[in-house]
């Protein structure tokens, strides 16, 4: 039973410490993921599990992220409206099926295939061109920069959609006021009926 405990607490552990705070609060992180590893510590005490071991393992896994409403189902919208070319590769620096740039991949925390190295040169683009892998991306910055870029009250695939055609900056932006931006509208709108 304690083991179970234990891995649950690593798992909660994890979480605080990958969620993304606003910058007035690194000093309560830096605190309080002190005393939560201590406390971690005292509740895994006894077992036989590594806890580095354990935390890397949750650092590098590919779970993905929960994110409110961002489903598959708006997963592949989001693909469709950027084109969703499986066989796309990189071009004029964007890769892989939602066309992910550089900037975007690092903004969304340098997710890489399983064992890759987010440092070797090739990483990007490797794991934007890789749907799974792309998808990943995808969820971390929106797990980072979602919003509600159109003031509904909700948060919803549309946000996303605005989000990935703009930027997280920017996203309140409409879309009509380009022909990308009304032929991304008109996609958008193909994929959710």
């Known amino acids: 039973m304690k083991i179970i405990i234990c891995l649950i607490v690593v798992q909660v552990f994890f979480t605080l410490n990958a969620v993304e705070l606003p910058p007035y609060r690194p000093k309560m992180l830096q ?52 084109g969703c070319d499986l066989s796309h590769g990189c071009s004029q620096g964007y890769c892989g099926p939602f066309y992910i740039s550089r900037v975007y991949w690092v903004d969304a925390g340098k997710p890489t295939l399983p064992d890759d190295n987010p440092e070797r040169k ?17 969820e971390n910055y929106m797990a980072r920069f ?5 003031k509904d009250g909700i948060t919803n695939c549309f946000d996303y959609m605005m989000i990935n055609h703009h930027g997280d900056g920017a996203c309140t932006e409409p879309l009509y006021l380009t022909n990308l931006g009304r032929r991304r509208l008109q996609l958008y709108q193909q994929c959710r009926l």
């Open 122 to 138: 090739e990483a990007f683009e490797d794991c934007a061109r890789d749907y799974h892998c792309s998808v990943k991306i995808v």
């Open 146 to 150: 979602g919003k509600d870029c159109n």
């Open 31 to 82: 605190f309080c993921g002190k005393k939560l590893m201590k406390a971690l510590e005292l509740v895994c005490e006894g077992t036989d599990i590594n806890l580095e071991r354990e935390l890397e393992m949750l650092r590098t896994s590919t779970k993905r992220v929960h994110i409110s409403n961002l489903n598959d189902s708006c997963i592949r919208c989001l693909c469709y409206v950027t």
